[in-house]
């Protein structure tokens, strides 16, 4: 099934973070809090400003992203848990 954001919004994959510590012991998954971190696979056309113009968006599909605890709305969509946030909530991306 496709999905297209409306708007301003974006849909994000989390991205699972280690379940195991540098010095080697293994965090159970009752333990570990939601990632802040993700991967944006789909945006949304864009915000339109008071004239009705279109304003375009900074994220791009594939982008990795910095996002708030509480940001966004929790879907699953084919199976995937993902997010749906605006692009505002966005704190910043993630450049290799």
């Known amino acids: 099934m496709a999905f297209r ?4 919004r974006v ?3 989390r ?3 280690e379940t195991k510590t540098k010095g080697g012991i293994i965090i159970p998954d009752t333990a570990k809090e939601k990632p802040q971190e ?3 696979v789909a945006v949304g056309p864009g915000a339109r400003d008071e004239d009705g113009e279109r304003i375009d968006m900074d994220l791009k599909v594939g982008d990795r992203i910095l ?3 509480w940001s966004g709305t929790e879907v699953k969509i084919d199976g995937d ?3 749906i ?3 505002s909530d966005v704190m ?3 450049e290799s």
Not at 5 to 8: A, I, K, R, S, V
């Open 15 to 17: 991205v699972e973070e």
């Open 11 to 13: 849909l994000v994959k």
């Open 38 to 40: 993700g991967e944006v």
């Open 92 to 94: 910043g991306v993630l």
């Open 67 to 69: 996002f708030g605890k």
């Open 5 to 8: 954001p409306l708007g301003d």
């Open 81 to 83: 848990d993902l997010l």
């Open 85 to 87: 946030m605006k692009e």
